[in-house]
């Protein structure tokens, strides 16, 4: 038997071998917090995405650079609490 995703051949019979099953299990972990506020005292986001961003007065997309300190097309926002990642494009397109 092998791999459904890597067509590894596998010793025992499963349907995942140990690498790609432990990659499944990272990637349904972040899928479950993609939808959901992260405060940057728990983690920030990579410099190269842009997020939304919340301030406790308004929301926002903006650009992560250092030291908690995030910035948008109006300028540098400094006292962002909580961030998450921008939804996925429409796949239909519209």
């Known amino acids: 038997m ?3 995703e890597c067509n590894k051949e ?3 019979t499963r349907a995942l071998c140990m690498k790609c099953s432990a990659e499944i299990k990272v990637i349904n972990e972040l899928n479950k917090i993609e939808n959901e506020w992260i405060n940057v005292k728990d983690r920030v986001p990579d410099k190269t995405i ?3 961003i919340y301030n406790g007065s ?3 997309i903006a650009a992560y650079l250092i030291q908690y300190h995030f910035v948008t ?3 540098s926002v400094l006292d962002v609490t909580h961030w998450m990642p921008l939804p996925e494009v429409p796949k239909d397109g519209y």
Do not use: A
């Open 2 to 4: 092998k791999c459904y």
């Open 10 to 12: 596998l010793i025992i």
């Open 50 to 52: 842009s997020v939304l």
């Open 58 to 60: 308004f929301i926002d």
């Open 73 to 75: 097309d109006k300028g």
